[in-house]
């Protein structure tokens, strides 16, 4: 069994940081310790709770991945109701917590006074991409951009690579939006990542990377709804042609992001939903509604994260910069970041497609089967089948135009309409507030998908998607903590 001690966390200023050591070495590991930052904003009167929140969050699903039983011993004790959540919420059922107590809220008042708003904020979970960017176009119009509040996460390998994502964020996309529309933006800086080994042990707590973290910012700007922004797709329920039922992104369905709003609201008394705007929409239509509707916001997304430098946008070379060429093209966005002629004649993207995907044979669909160089999945085919050859051939050379057409020939046979729509039956199990409103705005821009496609593909593999399904968070805490009670 691993003992995890916890110390007291150290809180100064807008800056928390804790601090375990454990009976053995974890290699998951390279430090004992993280720092969240909320910039700017005082956090030194904030309950312990919301503390405790944010490392059980973080911490259950990383010591999750040992195969061990692990017992976490705090320093105080924590309230079993909010162990419960996170245990549950990240099905970890090794882990045990010590000492536990039965309360079940905090007081109103505590809460009060750290409130610095009294009018509700809509947060938006904000990387900058072409997903969060259309959730904040979509709310801004709806609630008004001054109640909107732009939560920007600098996570790094190192506090090198900190810096330079958190100076490239400030200048390409942060401080341009600030001075264009005004709008409020909180960033939240950590060392969190730089505190794990492999990556597979950073991603695992999910969305709870935010959800669980960003409690400070709920309470002190009163947030009623948290956003965040993931395509419908990634939210596969299982695989073709057999009987196996695999919820894909399980902890950002909207079955966990309501358990998670209603044990946060039950405990903490806020009044906060989170909600997945981008649960109805490919990342493709998210990027059509920025090309139609808010233009004035898509000029400023940041999709390519290859580089350091924090003076350039875009490599030109990536799969992310690729698909802005190519989303550009299909929605008929006037880009003049990246010259499609040196694109399609000579970016080594191209160059690599190419040459990776030229003795490949074409599949039942006429189109070439994936290859990993390509990136990303059905858009790609569903782009190249749309994209007008003459769009591209007044922009080209005839090197870069024979290049488009042979990717054509090889990915543009078959049409993927449901790239393009609205889907409604997501959309429903979301439970928005104003949802007729951004309904309306959505469909505007996305037809209503009348029927699913038999199967998508994820990462290669057929997968399905049935809206009928339900994902229940398990209840395995109180088995669990019976069995497990520390002696
Ligand atoms: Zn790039």
């Known amino acids: 069994m691993i003992t995890v001690r916890v110390q007291w966390p150290e809180i100064k200023k807008d800056t928390v940081r804790f601090f375990w050591h454990t009976n053995k070495t974890v290699p998951l590991f390279r430090k004992n310790n993280f720092y969240f930052k909320y910039e700017g904003l005082n956090i030194e009167k904030m309950p312990i709770e919301v503390y405790w929140n944010a490392f059980l969050a973080l911490m259950i699903p990383v010591f999750n991945i040992c195969k061990e039983d692990v017992l976490f011993i705090f320093p105080h004790s924590i309230p079993s109701f909010m162990a419960e959540t996170w245990i549950n919420f990240h099905s970890a059922s090794n882990i045990t917590i010590s000492p536990l107590s039965d309360k079940s809220s905090i007081e109103l008042s505590t809460n009060h006074d750290n409130s610095t708003n009294v009018n509700s904020k809509v947060g938006v979970l904000f990387g900058g991409g072409k997903d969060s960017s259309c959730t904040f176009s979509i ?285 409604e039956p997501a959309f429903k199990k979301l439970s928005l507030p104003f949802s007729k409103e951004i309904r309306k705005i959505i469909t505007t821009h996305c037809p209503e998908i009348e029927k699913l496609p038999e199967y998508f593909l994820l990462e290669g593999i057929k997968v399905t998607i049935d809206y009928n399904l339900n994902c229940h968070v398990p209840k395995i805490f109180n088995v669990n903590h019976e069995k497990k009670l520390p002696r």
């Open 139 to 423: 709310l801004s119009e709806v609630h008004g951009i001054e109640n909107i509040l732009l939560i920007s996460y600098v996570f790094g390998y190192d506090k090198y690579a900190t810096n330079k994502i958190d100076k490239r964020r400030e200048n390409m996309i942060l401080n341009p939006l600030k001075k264009d529309l005004n709008v409020k933006i909180q960033k939240i800086v950590s060392d969190f990542q730089s505190t794990l080994k492999d990556q597979s042990a950073f991603y695992s707590p999910h969305t709870a990377l935010f959800t669980g973290t960003v409690l400070p910012v709920i309470i002190k700007y009163n947030i009623s709804l948290l956003t965040h922004s993931n395509e419908f797709v990634n939210y596969s329920t299982g695989i073709y042609n057999s009987n196996i039922t695999r919820f894909n992104f399980r902890l950002s369905r909207p079955e966990y992001d309501n358990y998670l709003s209603a044990r946060i609201n039950s405990f903490f008394k806020t009044d906060v939903s989170i909600k997945n705007i981008s649960y109805s929409l490919s990342d493709l239509a998210s990027f059509k509604i920025l090309a139609q509707r808010y233009p004035h916001i898509l000029k400023h997304i940041m999709m390519c994260e290859t580089i350091e430098n924090p003076n350039i946008k875009w490599c030109k070379n990536c799969f992310k910069c690729a698909k802005y060429v190519f989303y550009s093209l299909y929605t008929g966005h006037e880009q003049h970041d990246i010259d499609i002629d040196y694109f399609f004649s000579k970016s080594s993207y191209i160059k690599d497609v190419l040459e990776s995907t030229k003795n490949l044979q074409p599949t039942e669909n006429g189109n070439y089967p994936f290859h990993p160089s390509i990136g990303y999945f059905e858009t790609f085919y569903h782009m190249m089948a749309s994209i007008n050859p003459e769009d591209v051939k007044k922009r080209t050379s005839q090197k870069g135009y024979r290049n488009f057409m042979i990717l054509k020939n090889r990915y543009g046979n078959k049409k993927f309409p449901v790239y393009d729509s609205f889907i």
